[in-house]
């Protein structure tokens, strides 16, 4: 069976370690693998993407590779080919595929039929793409300290990213909190702790992580989500009730005002602009992994 990075669980703590190590190095020197080996990868957006595209398109280059970006009015799907039967294509064309899709069961059913490697680069329930290059930016950020030797606590929507960062930081060790309102609560199952004070969960952490209030699809019910999630904004006061030492950090895009206040999306203790860069490095140490066996 080939491998595969769905939930980004898939790997080992060992090898999500290394992921994390060695995303530090191709950052450093960003063209130095060629690991792709002039590999061949799709990567299919049924959703738009600022971050992500850039990332991996310029990721696979760097290692090598050649990516095929594919949407999905330009392919067959659009007039009803079955996700099983365009698997079967991608197999005999490309040698890995990546998809950023509104169904989970999209993703399932590609990994299930595809004999090559299936990524996932953003669905529903899980943003491992984003968690790996969040894991690597808080090895960035204090350098010389074991990720599970660090608190993460996570202010906001209970959503695909918490969930990501609460499945693959519990994996390598990493103290994950999340707090969220009544009705966006995370699922105990997915891993780390629940706070339910925004304050309370901040105490003492090392990050301080939020994400939109308002994620694509959930545009109908906009009004409703900024008043139940008013109180877990990202601000000066907040952040300042973590302590001295904690960072913030935010996937992007950001609605200053909202989850976030301007000064602390562009002060001088966000991570978030590194976060963003990270995503790179960190999707070409999975593609490494994912591709190479290493």
Avoid at 140 to 159: H, I, K, M, Q
Wanted: proline share 6%.
């Amino acid at each position: 069976m080939p491998r595969a990075f769905i939930t980004g669980t898939e790997p080992s703590r060992d090898e999500l370690l290394a992921m994390v190590a060695r995303a530090g190095e191709l950052k450093a020197a960003p063209r130095s693998s060629g690991a792709l080996g002039e590999r061949i990868v799709a990567i299919l957006f049924e959703k738009p993407s600022t971050r992500t595209r850039l990332s991996y398109e310029a990721g696979i280059v760097e290692l090598g590779g050649y990516p095929i970006v594919l949407r999905p009015d330009e392919m067959q799907t659009s007039r009803g080919e079955s996700v099983g039967d365009t698997a079967r294509v991608l197999s005999g064309q490309v040698d890995a595929v990546g998809i950023r899709t509104g169904s989970d069961g999209t993703l399932e059913e590609m990994a299930a039929v595809a004999s090559i490697p299936v990524f996932n680069m953003l669905s529903p329930l899980y943003h491992p793409s984003q968690a790996l290059a969040d894991l690597m930016t808080l090895a960035e950020a204090f350098p010389g300290r074991a990720l599970d030797s660090l608190t993460l606590a996570y202010v906001g929507d209970g959503n695909n990213v918490a969930r990501s960062l609460a499945m693959m930081g519990t994996a390598v060790g990493l103290d994950v909190v999340v707090s969220s309102p009544p009705g966006y609560e995370l699922e105990p199952q997915a891993g780390g702790r629940r706070v339910a004070d925004p304050r309370e969960a901040v105490a003492g952490a090392d990050a301080v992580y939020t994400d939109v209030w308002v994620s694509m699809g959930d545009e109908e019910s906009a009004a409703e989500r900024r008043q139940a999630l008013a109180g877990w904004r990202l601000d000066e006061e907040l952040l300042s009730a973590a302590g001295p030492q904690a960072i913030a950090l935010h996937c992007l895009p950001a609605h200053p005002g909202e989850e976030i206040s301007e000064g602390v999306l562009y002060g001088e203790r966000q991570r978030i602009w590194d976060q963003a860069e990270n995503r790179r490095h960190a999707q070409k140490a999975m593609l490494e992994w994912l591709l190479t066996g290493d």
